[in-house]
């Protein structure tokens, strides 16, 4: 087995403002970064659109219908303060989800040991009924409940290590008693979500909040003491990592101090973690990243731990 890569051209038909920090260049850092002849060993894949059935996994159909009505014939339309939509950001969306779907499907039918979806926009701030932070649908949630309802797993973990906290994949897997939630984020930051007596419907939401300035040895001693032993303890049958890049130092938009082997690190042992529970199963997904040569670097220590693991 060996590591599946999906993307598409369609996440570059995505286009925000000039200076809107969620670009067409994020995803073309990263390509590049993944085009490198050590990572000639993926198996590189076309992310499918993903239909209304699949989103309706989080969306109801009325937010579906919203979201399609308000994509522009030109131009930008602007949702809140910070999620803007243009032509052909519905096609980037749906296919976002489309690949991380088709990486779970990969993945659970054994002809892959991991994957990593390099898409935009972004789904970890989306909400059942709104989109913000540069998102429009829960692309990691969609996935997390198609993996329960079609393979009948008993248990899917979701690990966000984005330095924002993930308010929306919270929101959509609330009240699912199958699904545990795991997000570190900065504390206090936008959109200030997170605290650690958020605990769901079923204590099944974990939140780890993070000082600013606390750095990646912070971060590690929290996952070792707080997440770890907690994802044991529930023993998932697929883990899905929503991979944001933006705890790096160099990001623009907040104050963790993270480095890039601290990326690598986080990768390996929640491969440990999925070695010793599921058969190694783990599907990762693109999420925030705004230093262009952070990002690059740090997708690319990610998917060489991914492959390193999943050969």
């Not at 001693?221 to 997440?227: D, L, N, S």
């Not at 990326?263 to 440990?272: G, P, S």
Request: hydrophobic share 45%; net charge negative; with cysteine.
């Amino acid at each position: 087995m060996t590591t599946g890569l999906w993307t598409h051209e369609a996440f570059s038909g995505h286009v925000t403002p000039p200076g809107h920090p969620e670009q067409v260049a994020r995803l073309t850092y990263a390509e590049r970064a993944l085009s490198d002849e050590r990572f000639a060993g993926l198996v590189r894949f076309q992310a499918p659109i993903a239909d209304d059935a699949a989103l309706l996994r989080c969306h109801p159909q009325s937010y579906i219908d919203h979201i399609v009505a308000a994509e522009p014939a030109t131009g930008w339309r602007q949702l809140d303060a910070d999620t803007h939509m243009s032509p052909g950001s519905v096609e980037a969306a749906r296919r976002a989800v489309g690949g991380v779907i088709a990486a779970v499907d990969a993945v659970m039918a054994g002809d892959l040991g991991n994957a990593f979806v390099a898409a935009r926009p972004p789904g970890h701030h989306a909400e059942r009924e709104t989109p913000m932070g540069f998102c429009l649908f829960g692309t990691v949630a969609i996935a997390a409940k198609h993996a329960l309802d079609h393979y009948g797993l008993s248990r899917v973990a979701v690990v966000d290590f984005d330095v924002h906290h993930g308010n929306g994949t919270q929101d959509l897997l609330w009240d699912e008693p199958r699904a545990v939630f795991f997000s570190s984020h900065q504390s206090p930051l936008w959109p200030g979500t997170g605290a650690e007596d958020e605990r769901g419907a079923h204590d099944t939401i974990f939140n780890i909040p993070l000082e600013p300035d606390s750095g990646g040895a912070t971060m590690r001693a929290a996952y070792e003491g707080r997440v770890f032993p907690v994802l044991r303890a529930l023993k998932p049958e697929l883990i899905l990592i929503s991979a944001g890049f933006d705890a790096h130092l160099a990001d623009p938009l907040a104050q963790l101090r993270w480095r890039t082997e601290d990326f690598a690190w986080i990768t390996a042992r929640l491969c440990d973690l999925a070695d010793e529970m599921c058969q190694g199963r783990v599907v990762s997904a693109l999420e925030g990243g705004y230093d262009l040569d952070a990002l690059a670097a740090s997708v690319a220590a990610h998917v060489d731990v991914l492959m390193e693991r999943g050969a």
